[in-house]
């Protein structure tokens, strides 16, 4: 791969901090990489059956979650 000696720095810089070997951190970044945008192009695909009652489902008016609601307006302790 050919890439310019500013950029090979800095990979080169991120494998050696992450105690890595450049071919290994760049055959990982490239996988991960990889991965992602296999999964951003992957079709779901329904049957009609299924499709119409997910829809028949969202064009449903939204209703109130008391629950829900309530745990909005509680403190927030449990956040870091």
Do not use: C, H, Y
Not at 26 to 35: D, I, N, S, V, Y
Not at 39 to 51: E, I, N, T
Request: aromatic fraction near 8%.
């Amino acid at each position: 791969m050919r890439v310019d000696a500013d950029t090979r720095e800095v990979i080169a810089r991120a494998a050696e901090v992450s105690g890595k070997s450049l071919t290994a951190f760049m055959t990982e970044a490239a996988f991960a990489a990889a991965q992602k945008e296999l999964l951003d192009q992957r079709f779901v695909g329904v049957d009609a059956k299924v499709f119409d009652a997910v829809e028949n489902l969202l064009a449903e008016p939204a209703q109130a979650n008391e629950k829900l609601a309530a745990l909005f307006k509680s403190s927030r302790e449990w956040l870091d």
